[in-house]
């Protein structure tokens, strides 16, 4: 999806994150974007929330569900309730619960910081992650 795209997925899906009744966050490719950082596209959004809140969406956005293969349990990142949405403005990826290496994944702000997401993605520590965390560092580091 393109910066715009992005933009108007968001403007469609936050009166409903807003509506949760629980903490949630953006996080990955489509919050850079969101605030401005140094990408061109994102394959979807990702919204880290609780389990009672990915219960929420997930009894709101029914009709837009995929049916995904959970991911394994024992890899570096863990959600209770992980789902994935097809939206009509955009692919939309849920994490109840999210836990990274067994801990669980404290954010700040429903969209974290340039600071904030460069922490998150140093502990994600992928290689794409680390791809993306060397650019936003450069385009911290720029002003």
Same mark, same amino acid.
């Given at each position: 999806?393109?910066?715009?795209?992005?933009?108007?997925?968001?403007?469609? *899906? #936050?009166?409903?994150?807003?509506?949760? #009744?629980? !903490?949630?966050?953006?996080?990955?490719?489509?919050?850079? =974007?969101?605030? /401005?950082? !140094?990408?061109?596209?994102?394959?979807?959004?990702? *919204? *880290?929330?609780? =389990?009672?809140?990915?219960?929420?969406?997930?009894?709101?956005?029914?009709?837009?569900?995929?049916?995904?293969? !959970? $991911? #394994?349990?024992? /890899?570096?990142?863990?959600?209770?309730? %992980?789902?994935?949405?097809?939206?009509?403005? &955009?692919?939309? +990826? *849920?994490? &109840? /619960?999210?836990?990274?290496? &067994?801990?669980?994944?404290?954010?700040? /702000?429903?969209?974290?910081?340039?600071?904030?997401?460069?922490? =998150?993605?140093?502990? %994600?520590?992928? !290689? $794409?992650?680390?791809? $993306?965390?060397?650019?936003? +560092?450069?385009?911290?580091?720029? &002003?």
């Amino acid at each position: 999806m393109t910066p715009a795209e992005v933009e108007a997925l968001f403007q469609h *899906v #936050a009166p409903d994150l807003d509506a949760l #009744a629980a !903490p949630w966050a953006l996080i990955g490719s489509g919050a850079l =974007i969101l605030i /401005g950082g !140094p990408l061109e596209a994102a394959g979807d959004l990702d *919204v *880290v929330t609780g =389990i009672d809140g990915a219960g929420r969406l997930r009894s709101a956005w029914a009709g837009w569900l995929e049916a995904d293969e !959970p $991911k #394994a349990p024992d /890899g570096p990142f863990r959600s209770d309730d %992980f789902a994935r949405y097809a939206t009509p403005w &955009g692919p939309v +990826e *849920v994490m &109840g /619960g999210l836990r990274v290496r &067994g801990r669980p994944l404290d954010v700040a /702000g429903p969209i974290p910081s340039a600071t904030e997401q460069l922490r =998150i993605l140093r502990l %994600f520590g992928r !290689p $794409k992650d680390l791809d $993306k965390a060397a650019r936003l +560092e450069a385009w911290l580091a720029a &002003g």
